[in-house]
């Protein structure tokens, strides 16, 4: 917490120039087409799930669609729950069987999705989803963004 307005308003400009990773890409276009592809094998299906920090607080929710929808067009899948993972931060150990309940939730919605590949932006997320997957035996991995999709080189255009 910020001690005083001075620090409050160092914070505040500091937090105006941090960017996700998929608004970043976003911008590097230059209102030019989106110039990425997969780099996952050939047909996968994926779904996003998007971090509670950059949906809710970062209002970054379009930005990872607009980039998913163009690398994946149909093997691009929505998800049903768009909720949190459980995971919150130290959510998942003060609250630890809650923390289990929401991510029980969550892994019925991967399941019904009909994806191999859950990407995600959020390494607290990822390892919710991860423990979450593999305790329940699905199939789906999960994903950074940046695991799933490169530039194509100019070259290939």
């Known amino acids: 917490m ?11 400009e500091f937090g105006a120039r941090v960017r996700d990773i998929s608004e ?4 590097l276009a230059d209102f030019k087409p989106l110039r990425y592809r997969s780099i996952l094998p050939e047909n996968t299906r994926v779904t996003y799930r998007d971090p509670c920090h950059l949906a809710r607080y970062q209002g970054v929710v379009d930005q990872p669609r607009k980039i ?3 690398v994946f067009g149909d093997n691009f899948a929505e ?8 995971m919150g931060g130290s959510f ?4 630890y069987s809650l923390s289990k ?3 029980k939730k ?3 919605t991967i399941a019904r999705s009909g994806t191999g590949v859950v990407i995600n932006a959020c390494p607290g997320c990822m390892i919710q989803l991860i423990d979450n997957i593999e305790r329940y035996h699905l199939p789906q991995r999960v994903v950074h963004m ?4 490169e530039p194509i080189p100019e070259s290939e255009e």
């Open 2 to 12: 910020p001690e005083n307005e001075e620090e409050k308003a160092k914070f505040e």
């Open 24 to 27: 970043l890409l976003v911008e």
């Open 68 to 70: 998913l929808r163009q």
């Open 79 to 86: 998800m049903d729950n768009t909720g949190c993972c459980g």
């Open 92 to 95: 998942n150990v003060d609250h």
């Open 101 to 103: 309940k929401i991510a």
């Open 106 to 108: 969550k892994v019925d």
């Open 146 to 149: 940046v695991e799933a999709i």
